[in-house]
DNA sequence: CTGAAAGCGCTTACAG
DNA sequence: CTGAAAGCGCTTACAG
């Protein structure tokens, strides 16, 4: 890169110090109306603008806001990305994102997650980030420790990491679970399928769990399929195998439940039971999601229900959080937001 | 922040000069072995990690390249951020990417653009970015410009700027549009409805220009709407208008096509349709949106034809561009990537 | 193969 | 209110 004008050649065009001109951009009040004057129109004409990597040595710590996420294909994390961009942004902090490229299918599949997350850390960590949050998908614990002394607050989102030594935002997963199991429990059904991935997976593990809790409250016999990722092809493909059990039920005059851990898995159901003479949505089998997507797709001739995840409420919080560790006597927070429910005709029938 | 060992610590811990230690992490085959192992074995006890900006200081840039989307509730700026930052990942590059919250209901609105662009422009020239990818739905020229000599290579991504001073890579919205005219008028059909926003939007009138050339090749009458938002619920209450219109045409045996510019705006108009009894999809109306979400939805009971825009391919040929600049004798492209038509059952049945 | 030294652009007490 | 000077962490010829 050729060298852009510098400090000191605004110094010398304007005939002041480059302590002076260092004051016109930090501490404007300290200079005398005229030499700030002169300055600033010197930085106009020299198309001057300041480096940030000077004050990052000094400081050791630049004054942007990092946050890594995992899939921007999951509008879980482009809404935890809005929310914490926003917050940011009315802080008046920049916040710049990176994408991890994480894929829940390797976990599933027994694979060693083939993400870029800790290379993101390494490289924010060179950075000297002010400010990190983290998306994770599976424990960061191991990258943090290595980048701990190096980047000022981090913040974990949607990961609750045992022993955490640091803040943390999570969504109350359990209470996903139960919530569904409440809602068909409230239509008076008492047998359901449910379609997850594998528990190592931590948001599927928790709302297996809430749900196995609401299902022995309230009496609701639920068989547990696994899927083996969440595409509505896969959904398609689980429901194909289970229409003849769901007529069996319909002939005899109840009805089922059909549960998927994500609406992409539930979209997948609904053409796969609607060619089927025997199964009307409701009044045969109910289907409903568990990841509410905000995307403005109206995705369907019948809404599905499903459950509103807070995702922007995590981002915002996150940041909020990290403005919080500046202050001296701040102690870590673990905060679990509320989710609910999204009631929609797959289940209500409107 | 504290301090954090520097490249003197590790140093004097290892008992060489810091030259070497520069030197270990940059050019390790200038060490003797035994040296460079120490040296390393040092920067793992003390947990050493570089800082950046002493090197972004000598170089007067950074190694990382910056993208800046305008919104990634748009499917497209996904794929656009997907594409580049898995290429850049590919040749060893980090890319990191800004949401500047641009909203084309501000252009439609006649409202001025509420967007961070300019500012992150400016945030990513102070930070000397190493590359910078613009994806921009408004003219960058003036915000560019102010930046032009603080980042290397620059290139613009879906704005075309007239007297462009950088590489560009679009997608060929003309093709848009007329492929739209030519699908429909494959099946016959000589009246359609084209559903878009105005003109003050680059790609919507790139789309109309090629409709309306179609639309005379082919002999089509085009009624042109204006839709305030690109929502289903706009195009739900455009398609409630319409539908006295369609049902004459629809008695008299005539089909008519109705073209959104977006597949949100098209899928707000499946349930009116549908809530017709005279209206049959597609031997009545046929429905087509023109900006296919990859997006892994399955959006529907019924398939949407739709163009597939070329995003991953764009944000891919955008990061390449980049590491073209830096060879001497580089001369700015201007790219436009070839779209396709994705048929549906909204058009053709299945 | 290794070390000593200059310098990148900035900020910050401090002196005046 | 302004200037002179030290120093942040690193890289890079250069000398040996």
Same mark, same amino acid.
């Given at each position: 890169m050729a060298r852009t004008p510098n400090i000191g050649a605004v110094a010398r065009a304007a005939g002041v110090s480059v302590g002076t001109v260092s004051n016109a951009l930090n501490s404007p009040e300290r200079l005398a109306p005229e030499t700030l004057e002169r300055v600033l129109d010197t930085i106009d004409e020299l198309g001057y603008i300041r480096s940030s990597a000077g004050r990052t040595l000094i400081r050791n710590a630049s004054d942007g806001l990092s946050l890594i996420v995992p899939d921007l294909d999951n509008s879980l994390f482009v809404d935890i990305a809005r929310g914490a961009q926003l917050t940011a942004a009315a802080a008046g902090r920049r916040l710049v994102m990176a994408n991890? !490229?994480?894929?829940s299918r390797d976990l599933v599949a027994g694979a060693a997650p083939h993400d870029t997350q800790d290379e993101f850390l390494g490289y924010f960590a060179e950075a000297r980030s002010g400010g990190m949050l983290v998306c994770a998908m599976r424990d960061p614990t191991s990258g943090i420790d290595r980048i701990r002394n190096h980047v000022r607050p981090i913040v974990v989102v949607n990961y609750d990491a045992p022993g955490a030594d640091w803040c943390t935002v999570l969504m109350d997963n359990a209470q996903v679970g139960r919530i569904a199991v409440d809602h068909i429990a409230d239509l008076g059904i008492t047998q359901a399928f449910y379609v997850s991935i594998p528990d190592v997976v931590q948001p599927a593990a928790e709302r297996r769990t809430g749900m196995r809790e609401a299902a022995a409250r309230r009496g609701v016999t639920v068989t547990e399929v696994d899927a083996a990722a969440l595409t509505a092809s896969v959904g398609s493909d689980i429901t194909t195998g289970l229409v003849g059990a769901l007529a069996d039920r319909a002939r005899r005059g109840e009805r089922t439940a059909l549960l998927f851990l994500a609406d992409d898995l539930a979209i997948g159901a609904i053409p796969v039971l609607r060619a089927h003479p025997d199964l009307q949505i409701p009044d045969d089998v109910v289907v409903m999601g568990m990841d !509410? &997507?905000?995307? %403005?797709? !109206?995705? &369907?001739w019948m809404t599905m229900t499903s459950i509103e995840l807070p995702g922007y409420e995590m981002g915002a919080e996150a940041v909020r959080l990290i403005s919080a560790e500046?202050? %001296?006597d701040h102690a870590h927070e673990r905060e679990v937001l509320p989710v609910r429910i999204r009631p929609g005709a797959t289940t209500t029938g409107r």
């Open positions: 991890s !490229g994480f894929s !509410g &997507d905000h995307r %403005p797709t !109206g995705n &369907d500046s202050d %001296p």
